[in-house]
T-cell receptor, first 113, second 112 residues
Framework: GENVEQHPSTLSVQEGDSAVIKCTYSDSASNYFPWYKQELGKGPQLIIDIRSNVGEKKDQRIAVTLNKTAKHFSLHITETQPEDSAVYFC????????????FGRGTQLTVWP | NAGVTQTPKFQVLKTGQSMTLQCAQDMNHEYMSWYRQDPGMGLRLIHYSVGAGITDQGEVPNGYNVSRSTTEDFPLRLLSAAPSQTSVYFCAAGTSGGGEQYFGPGTRLTVT
């Protein structure tokens, strides 16, 4: 099955700086890559996703890039704010598993004011 | 439109007790799944369902049962609770083909 690795496990940045979280996947058949944000005591929330036919996608201060050849994808957050502090999860899905997602272990992002 | 709802929010069980965690969705999504979240382990898939009457095992299915009699509901049953099942449980619903999944707020379970 798919194996998703996520780095770093913790990340601290100053407010206003950028944050980058990286994930790699093992199965070249994977075609959908979502990112989730989990605030303390809440369920994961889908914040952005990218499909294998696209190299980059942006939504205001967040962006995701995908390199299919290297089998890695990244989350970029610009102009970070304290409310960006949360655990972020990447995931990968391939078309053969009918919707099953494989998750990375998460990155605890802390944004200091 | 409530999305995905889970009950209860918190539960304490004694070893050997059984219980059912409830999950319901009002988005008419065919795909539903249960995950457990433990510190440092991320989200691990317990069971999933691609539609009413169809379920399959995920990564950590032992000690848990599921059924899917309707599109809306996907309960998770703990047959005989063990301390190793102390965790936070999340239910999710989404589209099988597209991949988007939406999570409920979670149930925090403690087994003593």
């Amino acid at each position: 099955g798919e194996n998703v690795e996520q780095h770093p496990s913790t990340l601290s940045v100053q407010e206003g700086d950028s944050a980058v979280i990286k994930c790699t996947y093992s199965d070249s058949a994977s075609n959908y890559f979502p990112w989730y944000k989990q605030e303390l005591g809440k369920g994961p929330q889908l914040i952005i996703d990218i499909r294998s036919n696209v190299g980059e996608k942006k939504d205001q201060r967040i962006a995701v890039t995908l390199n299919k050849t290297a089998k890695h994808f990244s989350l970029h957050i610009t102009e970070t704010q304290p409310e960006d502090s949360a655990v972020y999860f990447c995931a990968a899905k391939d078309c053969s598993t009918l919707g099953r997602l494989y998750f990375g272990r998460g990155t605890q992002l802390t944004v200091w004011p | 439109n409530a999305g995905v709802t889970q009950t209860p929010k918190f539960q304490v069980l004694k070893t050997g007790q059984s219980m059912t965690l409830q999950c319901a969705q009002d988005m008419n999504h065919e795909y539903m799944s249960w995950y457990r979240q433990d510190p440092g382990m991320g989200l691990r898939l317990i069971h999933y369902s691609v539609g009413a009457g169809i379920t399959d095992q995920g990564e950590v299915p032992n000690g848990y049962n599921v059924s899917r009699s309707t599109t809306e509901d996907f309960p998770l049953r703990l047959l005989s609770a063990a301390p190793s099942q102390t965790s936070v449980y999340f239910c999710a619903a989404g589209t099988s083909g597209g991949g988007e999944q939406y999570f409920g707020p979670g149930t925090r379970l403690t087994v003593t």
